[in-house]
């Protein structure tokens, strides 16, 4: 594999750009532009949401759950952009068309009400549970531009986004959050009126608190950092439900809300 340039970058940004819009897929990236670690992934995937001209309204977190790691042979989570036209609000019809994964996950997603930029230290647990000031339910429906997203690499999957497709994101929660535990936080999600799964906060690392800190000293070690506004989706807290065109999805997140999403 070629060192990465800003031209290599973008010549693979630009690949998958393409099949992110015509949502078709490739074996993997050529060699001659197919990042080598997580860092060059991430470079692709910065150029593949400025080829976007879409805003960035915060991040994804992927690969959350023990199982959800081992599935896509990665060691541990990864993150990608949210970008604007890709978030839908509540009770969206979202087109599934050739959407390899076709699922449906219910998430918990946190807003952030100030900065927290790179900085040589780490962030601890409270810092970043101060910066919050509401918490959302979302429901993430992903794909990915590989024939097989199970052996492509966390490089590979970071550069086409950690399987970002589209994002469904409710009102922020009227309750006092703050007091709930998150860990053991009940969700339960129907299809069709039948119930399809349920789960708890613990299904994301043991906690969502525990990929809050992750992600805040991810980015920052990245050069990059959250800024106020920003949401972050904290990734899937039931097992991911099985859709298909005609489906309807309802995720009943309890004193946080309830989200509806269609399929089309």
Not at 6 to 19: F, M, S
Not at 59 to 75: C, E, F, M, P
Not at 137 to 148: A, H, T
Request: charged share 20%; net charge negative; glycine share 8%.
């Amino acid at each position: 594999m070629a060192i990465m340039t800003p031209q290599t970058a973008h010549r693979a940004a630009q690949l998958l750009w393409n099949h992110w819009q015509h949502v078709t897929r490739l074996t993997a990236l050529p060699e001659d532009c197919r990042p080598r670690d997580r860092r060059e992934g991430y470079a692709i995937q910065a150029a593949m949401a400025a080829l976007s001209g879409q805003p960035v309204i915060g991040w994804k977190i992927a690969a959350t759950t023990l199982s959800g790691q081992k599935h896509i042979n990665v060691d541990g989570p990864i993150a990608g952009r949210l970008l604007r036209q890709k978030v839908l609000a509540p009770g969206a019809a979202i087109p599934l068309g050739n959407n390899h994964m076709r699922v449906a996950e219910a998430e918990l997603v946190f807003r952030f009400a100030v900065d927290l930029p790179s900085r040589a230290t780490p962030y601890a647990e409270d810092e970043i549970m101060a910066a919050i000031d509401a918490v959302l339910p979302g429901i993430e429906v992903p794909d990915s531009r590989y024939e097989d997203f199970c052996v492509v690499g966390d490089a590979q999957l970071i550069a086409e986004n950690a399987c970002a497709a589209w994002f469904v994101l409710g009102k922020e929660a009227l309750t006092d959050w703050h007091r709930l535990d998150l860990k053991s936080h009940a969700v339960q999600v129907y299809r069709n009126g039948q119930l399809a799964g349920e789960g708890t906060g613990a299904m994301v690392l043991g906690d969502p608190k525990i990929a809050l800190v992750w992600i805040a000293n991810e980015l920052s070690a990245l050069g990059l950092g959250l800024r106020a506004g920003d949401v972050v989706t904290t990734g899937t807290v039931v097992v991911p439900v099985r859709v298909e065109s005609g489906d309807a999805i309802h995720c009943d997140f309890g004193v946080l809300g309830q989200l509806d999403a269609r399929f089309v």
